[in-house]
């Protein structure tokens, strides 16, 4: 099992800048991905960012440019750097990673931080 707990949320005006991190800990071991997601109310859950365990980083079409993800293994963490926040970014923000388990890949998911962008 892998624990998923998530930080750094909270309300910020427009324009503004967050960073969300999310610690892991359990049995961490190949971990293939880690990655954040966000829901806004009524919406569906939606990828943010994904951090390959090769490196590789992708971005959804409105993160791109303003957001950064990272992870720094040593620290079993994934961070998000938000930057220009927008009162579209309003949502739970979540942590997620895909663990390979038996031969099977396995998502886990934290418990959500909320970000609310107003002024």
């Known amino acids: 099992q892998v624990q998923l707990v998530e930080s750094g949320g909270g309300l910020v005006q427009p324009g503004g800048s967050l960073r969300l991190s999310c610690t892991a800990s359990g049995a961490i071991f190949d971990i293939i991905s880690m990655g954040w997601y966000r829901q806004a109310p009524g919406s569906q859950r939606e990828l943010v960012a994904v951090?390959?365990?090769?490196?590789?980083?992708n971005y959804a079409d409105s993160a791109k440019g303003r957001f950064t993800a990272s992870r720094a293994d040593a620290k079993n963490a994934l961070y998000l750097q938000m930057n220009n926040l927008k009162p579209e970014d309003t949502a739970i923000y979540y942590c997620?990673?895909?663990?390979?388990?038996?031969?099977?890949?396995?998502?886990?998911w934290g418990q959500g931080t909320q970000v609310t962008v107003s002024s």
């Open positions: 951090v390959q365990s090769g490196g590789t980083t």
């Open positions: 997620h990673a895909v663990q390979i388990l038996f031969g099977i890949p396995t998502d886990y």
